[in-house]
C-alpha cells in the first residue's frame, strides 16, 4: 500500500519532479503531490491543502530555493523542506541549511532521499507534539489563573525553601505587591518577623509530615492592620517531584471582633445578675430619694 505522503513539490521542470517521486515511491511512500513553479502558486498551495514534505529545486527562473523557504517561514508552517539542486554547490548547500532547510540533496544522488524523509517527518511528528503539549499546559495555566484570580480569598504557594512561587490576586491585594514582586520572596520580606515564626512552624509541619492542616494565623496587611486567618495549608508536589506548601487563607477579623465583643458582654450581664454591678433600677431609685431632700 505505501505509506501516505502530500508533497509539494517546487520545480519548474516536469522531468525532474519526476524523478524525485520515483525515489520516494521507490522508498515506500503513496504519494499526493502537486508541482509549481513560482511564488503565487506556491502561496494558494499553501492555503488550500495540507502537506507533509516541501521538495525545491535551489535555481528557478524568477523563483528558487530561498525564496521558497522564506515563503514558507512566512506561512507559519511547520513542514519539512527539502532542497534538490543540480547547481549549487556546497556553501549555498549550507547557507540553506542554515536559513532553515532541514536537508540538500544533489539532482541524480536521491538514494538517500527517502530515508531523509522519514526522518524529517518523525521529527516534524515530534515538533508538533511539542506545540500541542504546550497549548495544552497554557490553556490549563490560563483556567487556573482564573479560577484563582476569582476566589475573593487569599491563596498561594511556597517551594521547600518557603520561597513564593504563586500567589492570586486577593493575596496580592492583601500585601498591596505585583505577583513579579512577590516571587522568590518569603514571609521574612513582607511580614514582622514574630508573625513570621508561627506561619514557618506551620509551614514546615505541612512539608514534614505531607499531610493538610487547619490553624489560624495573624498576618499584618499592607496598610499595618493585624487581620486573623482561618488557614488551610496542604503539600503540592511538581511534575519534577519538588515539594510545595499551598494554602487558602479566610479572613475571619471580623468575626473575631464580634466574638470578643459578645463575650465581654456577656460577662458584663452575668456580673450584673449576681449583684456585682449596680444597676440603672438601683442608681434611679437614689436618684428619687435625694430629690425629695
Do not use: C
Not at 505505501?2 to 508533497?7: A, C, D, E, S
Not at 536521491?110 to 499546559?137: F, G, I, M, N, Y
Not at 493575596?171 to 520580606?189: H, I, N, Q, V, Y
Amino acid at each position: 500500500m505505501g505509506i501516505p505522503l502530500r508533497v509539494l513539490i517546487v520545480e519548474d521542470a516536469a522531468a525532474d519532479a519526476e524523478l524525485t517521486l520515483q525515489e520516494l515511491e521507490g522508498g515506500g511512500y503513496k504519494v499526493e503531490w502537486q508541482r509549481v513553479d513560482g511564488a503565487d502558486a506556491m502561496r494558494d498551495a499553501l492555503g488550500e491543502r495540507a502537506w507533509d514534505l516541501i521538495v525545491s529545486d535551489y535555481s528557478m527562473p524568477g523563483f528558487g530555493g530561498a525564496a521558497a523557504l522564506d515563503l514558507l517561514k512566512k506561512s507559519r508552517k511547520d513542514i519539512p523542506f527539502i532542497i534538490v539542486s543540480g547547481t549549487a554547490g556546497e556553501t549555498t548547500a549550507v547557507e540553506m541549511m542554515k536559513a532553515g532547510a532541514h536537508d540538500f540533496f544533489v539532482k541524480g544522488r536521491l538514494k538517500l532521499l527517502p530515508a531523509a524523509v522519514a526522518r524529517e517527518l518523525r521529527d516534524a511528528d515530534v515538533r508538533r507534539k511539542q506545540r500541542e503539549s504546550t497549548a495544552a499546559l497554557l490553556e490549563i495555566q490560563a483556567r487556573f489563573d482564573a479560577f484563582m484570580n476569582n476566589i475573593p480569598t487569599p491563596a498561594w504557594i511556597k517551594d521547600d525553601r518557603f520561597r513564593f512561587v504563586y500567589m492570586n490576586a486577593s493575596g496580592l491585594a492583601l500585601f498591596k505587591r505585583s505577583l513579579a514582586e512577590m516571587m522568590g520572596r518569603t514571609d521574612f520580606d513582607i511580614l514582622p518577623p514574630a508573625e513570621v515564626e508561627s506561619l514557618r512552624k506551620n509551614d514546615t509541619r505541612v512539608l514534614q509530615s505531607g499531610r493538610a492542616i487547619n490553624t489560624m494565623e495573624t498576618i499584618t496587611d499592607a496598610e499595618g492592620a493585624v487581620r486573623v486567618f482561618t488557614v488551610l495549608k496542604f503539600p503540592l508536589k511538581d511534575p519534577a517531584g519538588r515539594h510545595h506548601v499551598a494554602g487558602i487563607a479566610l479572613d475571619i477579623t471580623e468575626r473575631i471582633h464580634y466574638r470578643e465583643e459578645l463575650d465581654a458582654a456577656n460577662r458584663r450581664l452575668e456580673e450584673l445578675l449576681a449583684g456585682k454591678v449596680p444597676s440603672n433600677h438601683g442608681n434611679a431609685g437614689a436618684r428619687k430619694d435625694n430629690a425629695r431632700h
